[in-house]
């Protein structure tokens, strides 16, 4: 059974970095699939941030992008989210994702999802 | 502001079905057949219900089904249950510069 964790700080300062981590269990990131992150602010809806295949290959939405970094780790099973310059709009609950990618667009098993606060 | 149009909310009884629509555009919903819809409980992660528009991942229940017509998806929920009442997002590739996109979402209200 596919399995995702999310770790990382729950608050994070204005104009910091926001760095979060995506454990896989049950599954090895290097057999394929991408990998990636969606974010959920309080009392609103799902927004894509970016899927990274075990390559390196990564793909943002454009919205994000100057300030998204998506990297991967094989040796750990693990990928991670970097988002520079945040601010109070991206409080948000952030998850990790398996992602179906070229030939297939969706989000077959998902992390519990973790809370991150930007507030000084 | 979401790419996908959802309606704020459906309501049904138990028993009844109901439809939640996704409308989109050529560039995503009416393009390409890589619609996607998930169920999110309060406090839960979303769940993959529904994939390429009609199909269902093992284990989900033959009860919900998906369809298309032009720039407008939909999905089906039909002999409703209260453990139906969640939030359903809508999901789509789009050829535009962020491939992916979500509907707002709707929220599900079993009487």
């Known amino acids: 059974q596919v399995q995702l964790q999310e770790s990382g700080p729950g608050l994070v300062k204005p104009s910091e970095t926001l760095s979060l981590t995506c454990t896989v269990s049950?599954?090895?990131?290097?057999?394929?699939?991408?990998w990636g992150w969606i974010r959920q602010p309080p009392g609103k809806g799902l927004e894509w941030i970016g899927s990274i295949y075990h390559s390196g290959t990564t793909y943002y939405n454009v919205s994000l992008k100057s300030r998204v970094t998506i990297s991967v780790d094989t040796s750990k099973n693990q990928f991670s989210l970097k988002l520079s310059s945040v601010t109070a709009a991206d409080t948000a609950v952030y998850y990790c994702?398996?992602?179906?990618?070229?030939?297939?667009?969706?989000?077959?098993?998902w992390g519990q999802g973790t809370l991150v606060t930007v507030s000084s | 502001q979401s790419a996908l149009t959802q309606p704020a909310s459906v309501s049904g009884s138990p028993g009844q079905s109901i439809t939640i629509s996704c409308t989109g555009t050529?560039?995503?919903?009416?393009?390409?057949?890589?619609v996607s819809w998930y169920q999110q409980h309060p406090g839960k992660a979303p769940k993959l219900m529904i994939y390429?528009?009609?199909n269902r991942p093992s284990g989900v229940s033959n009860r919900f089904s998906g369809s298309k017509s032009g720039n407008t998806a939909s999905l089906t929920i039909s002999g409703l249950q209260a453990e139906d009442e969640a939030d359903y997002y809508c999901s789509s590739y789009t050829s535009s510069s962020t491939p992916l996109g979500f509907g707002g979402g709707t929220k599900l209200t079993v009487l």
């Open positions: 994702a398996r992602t179906l990618w070229f030939g297939a667009y969706y989000f077959d098993y």
């Open positions: 390429d528009v009609s």
């Open positions: 050529s560039s995503d919903v009416g393009g390409y057949n890589y």
């Open positions: 049950g599954y090895s990131i290097s057999s394929g699939y991408y």
